[in-house]
Every structure is written in C-alpha cells, then in structure tokens.
C-alpha cells in the first residue's frame, strides 16, 4: 500500500509540475525536473526494499 501511495504521488507531482510549469519555463528545465522526481522515486523503491521495510 505505502508503494502505491508514492506511486501516485509521484505522478500527482509529475502532473502538476507539466501543467503549472509548462507555460512559463523552458521545457527542458520542466522534462528534468520530471525526471528528477522520478529519479527520486525509484531511488526510494529501492532504498526501502534494501531496508526490508514490508506491509
């Protein structure tokens, strides 16, 4: 469930940052921070699985 949660959440960032920023910088700046947030995500899928974090 908690992987889900940031899954979503993720996205809801994603989502936002496309649309809000899309009209007022440039799009690379707005593609990197996409990927930077998703950089972030995996990181943490994998830090939390190293930590044997379960449900």
Known sequence: M???????????????????GYDYYEPELIFSTITMVWILYLWQISYANKRNYSE
């Open 2 to 20: 908690k992987n889900f949660f940031y899954f979503f959440l993720t996205v809801l960032i994603s989502t936002v940052i496309l649309l809000i």
